[in-house]
């Protein structure tokens, strides 16, 4: 059951239906004059909340920040739409009340006040001529004023998705190696009585030829693969501040003084 005293809880907080569906935010609440029961909701729907439907707030409750309304989530996308920005007529909840299925109560009193009885205004404005009413009963010297609060949370959406794909390149390498190579070097030594008979073994004067076979190293370049490292994904939770900003409304009071006539002029 939703009190009047729970009226100023309700502006902004999400809307489900009675199966549990999200269906929107709270706009403006309805309440009935004369009694100041809270009698409808609108709900703010579409992509950016840009649509307003009544909702029955009969039969509905809160569940900490969420409002659970009696009607179901299709029902109110459906609903005709009335202007939410002023008085909610009595032909406007007639038909609210034809589409819901709901029966229209009666109205005590004479029937020709029946309609001014069943027009309904929004919260904001209901609980200032109600005060004032009090005030010039003499039941109350005290004027309330309300204020909007932002209501400010968190959802969570998903911003991209991220995956690990391996691919082959081909890059240019330069290593230097060390190589190796022979070469031929003249070596002279002189006759002498160690190496004599060795040099007189031959014919004194005779053509000869004595050849050496040279080697040298060449690079060789191969390649092998060899696992260098490990490559995984994490998620980390990273905590950033934004602000965010909005129009709230709020009343202001001020104090008008009339003065009184002196009575000389009032004889006149």
């Not at 199966?19 to 009935?32: C, M, R, S």
């Not at 069943?118 to 004032?132: F, G, L, N, V, W």
């Not at 004027?143 to 209501?151: F, G």
Request: glycine share 6%.
């Amino acid at each position: 059951m939703i009190s009047e005293q729970m009226v100023p809880q309700l502006f902004g907080d999400e809307v489900c239906d009675r199966n549990g569906a999200k269906i929107g935010k709270v706009g403006q609440v309805y309440l009935e004059e004369g009694t100041g029961r809270p009698a409808w909701a609108t709900v703010r729907t579409g992509l950016f909340g840009l649509k307003e439907s009544f909702v029955p707030l009969d039969q509905a409750s809160m569940e900490g920040d969420t409002l659970r309304v009696a009607v179901t989530k299709e029902q109110v996308s459906d609903a005709p739409r009335m202007d939410a920005a002023g008085r909610l007529s009595s032909e406007d909840e007639m038909q609210l009340y034809d589409y819901y299925g709901m029966r229209y109560p009666a109205v005590p009193g004479p029937r020709q006040d029946t309609q001014a009885g069943r027009s309904r205004t929004p919260a904001s404005a209901h609980d200032r001529t109600a005060h004032d009413r009090h005030a010039a009963d003499g039941r109350d010297d005290a004027m309330t004023r309300s204020e909007e609060r932002l209501k400010v949370g968190a959802e969570t959406t998903e911003t991209g998705r991220v995956r690990l794909r391996k691919y082959v390149v081909t890059e240019e390498q330069q290593v230097t190696v060390p190589v190796r190579h022979e070469e031929v070097r003249i070596e002279r030594e002189p006759i002498t009585e160690a190496n004599r008979d060795q040099a007189m073994s031959g014919a004194e004067i005779s053509e000869a030829e004595h050849e050496v076979t040279l080697h040298a190293e060449r690079p060789v370049v191969r390649t092998e693969a060899v696992p260098v490292e490990r490559v995984r994904l994490a998620k980390e939770t990273v905590t950033e501040e934004e602000t965010v900003s909005g129009q709230v409304r709020k009343e202001q009071i001020e104090v008008t003084e009339e003065q009184a006539r002196d009575r000389r002029d009032r004889k006149r």
